[in-house]
């Protein structure tokens, strides 16, 4: 059941090309809880097989996440912090989650925008806090397409190289699991990854401070 759930998604994936990988990778930079880990291998994947260009999944991953992050800043931004401390929460977004953006944002500044792409939770959030105080919106959108654009690469190159080089994997439930527990190795190496950069933003948080208008 569950490799054939995995076939339907794949499939969908492949149907909806780049602009169904900038609208999920869109939404899955709001408060809409859509995994980027679930949009970006797949996409990888028929990347791999010829049905896209990895470089044109991966900008459409990029500029869709941008794009989505956007919307809450400029959300946030026209709103302002009373409206959202009243009825965030009927857009998934209650105080103590807006004040877990604040904070991050306050500690590590942009370098925090673009470390928050890398993270779970922090990055559905990070446009909020960052429309609230006026962050210039040019820096924040750059900072927020590198980011987004260096996340959407390693899923879709982690797609393309754990089952991309064989097709035949979708129809083979036992293959499948056994070229993604081949490729564990390469998770490490994102794990170390992001350790190394978490230890980079507080470095340059020190010595970077938003500009507020």
């Not at 970006?40 to 010829?50: E, N, R, V």
């Not at 009825?87 to 807006?98: A, D, M, Q, T, V």
């Not at 390693?154 to 097709?167: E, N, S, V």
């Not at 499948?176 to 990854?193: D, P, R, S, T």
Request: charged share 15%; glycine share 12%.
């Amino acid at each position: 059941m569950l490799h054939e759930l995995i076939k339907v998604w794949f499939e969908w994936s492949r149907d909806m090309g780049y602009w169904g990988v900038f609208l999920m990778m869109a939404l899955e930079s709001t408060i809409v809880p859509v995994p980027s880990e679930i949009i970006m291998p797949p996409a990888g994947y028929w990347a791999q097989q010829g049905q896209m260009s990895l470089w044109g999944v991966i900008l459409a991953g990029g500029l869709g996440s941008t794009f989505g992050s956007s919307l809450c800043y400029w959300f946030s931004y026209t709103l302002g912090r009373a409206f959202l401390a009243k009825y965030g929460k009927w857009f998934l977004l209650p105080p103590e989650r807006l004040e877990l953006a604040e904070k991050w944002l306050a500690e590590f500044a942009l370098g925090g925008v673009f470390f928050s792409r890398l993270l779970p939770v922090v990055r559905h959030l990070i446009g909020f806090p960052a429309g609230l105080i006026r962050v210039p919106f040019g820096s924040f959108a750059l900072v927020t397409f590198i980011g987004s654009t260096l996340w959407c690469g390693i899923l879709a190159w982690f797609g393309a190289q754990t089952i991309g080089q064989q097709p035949g994997l979708l129809d083979d439930p036992e293959a499948m699991m056994k070229a993604v527990k081949g490729n564990l190795i390469w998770i490490l190496l994102l794990v170390i990854g992001l350790g190394a950069g978490w230890f980079f933003v507080r470095w340059f948080g020190q010595r970077s401070k938003v500009k507020t208008a």
